[in-house]
């Protein structure tokens, strides 16, 4: 799971951080109290715990902070992140990576509502692609709609939002994916059983930005507005 498991700041640029519980950001300036912070495109600076893990396998003493890290993270490889891809963090912090070096990634932040916390979870996306060449999706993939960028309740046409399928799942940039619903009914008055009735597909989706586990997708076209939670799957074809 992409989380956060440390979160670290200094007060001067080039010396070890200090691990704390929280810590308050801002948008455009970065962690408050924090060397790092200011206007810059290096307000923020995420490591791989894996990386720090490695380190200490080749038998050195480090712990979180030591390398000069604002974040530590878990599942995510941020060498592999291309740069403009944005990274929620929790649930109203937004960052934008500036900087990719070959153990850590630099970035500015984007949206800020409030603290940043240990175990708060990670979506990396990417805003936009400016052409996708249309692919088949794989037979008989299904899943739902975990939110959209916008934190919207309601979901419409042209909006942004995110599956909770991606790479490991077959999901490539280009594919296209159906908004449906299903429903019971009595087709006998004289009986109580309901029967499944079949699916109904109402919204298109566009593959955008493929993750592991995610996948960033554009609504092309719906007949209604939906919510996180609604299910998706593969056109039949």
């Known amino acids: 799971m992409m989380k956060i498991v440390s979160i670290a700041t200094s007060k001067k ?47 050195l003493e480090v712990t979180f902070g030591d390398f000069a890290e604002n974040i530590a993270t878990t599942g995510i490889d941020w060498k592999t992140i291309p740069v403009g891809t944005r990274v929620r963090l929790g649930d109203t912090v937004v960052v934008e990576i500036t900087q990719i070096q070959p153990t850590y990634a630099t970035g500015v932040v984007i949206e ?3 603290p940043i916390n240990l175990e708060d979870k990670l979506m990396p996306y990417y805003r936009r692609i400016p052409e996708v060449i249309v692919k088949d999706s794989p037979r008989g993939l299904e899943g739902k709609i975990v939110e959209s960028e916008e934190h919207s309740r309601l979901i419409g046409g042209q909006m942004i939002a ?40 109402f919204a298109e989706l566009l593959v955008l930005h493929t993750e592991s586990t995610t996948a960033t997708v554009l609504v092309t076209q719906t007949d209604r507005e939906f919510e996180a939670g609604s299910k998706i799957r593969s056109p039949i074809r």
């Open 13 to 59: 640029k080039g010396t070890r951080k200090t691990p704390v519980e929280e810590a308050f950001i801002s948008k455009d300036h970065g962690l408050e109290g924090d060397a790092h912070a200011g206007s810059w495109h290096r307000q923020v600076s995420f490591l791989s715990a894996e990386s720090i893990n490695e380190a200490r396998r080749q038998g």
């Open 112 to 114: 800020a509502y409030r």
């Open 162 to 201: 995110f599956i909770d399928k991606g790479k490991k799942d077959g999901v490539q940039i280009g594919q296209i994916y159906n908004v449906y619903y299903q429903v019971s009914e009595r087709l006998d008055p004289k009986k109580s059983d309901k029967t499944l009735l079949l699916p109904v597909d």
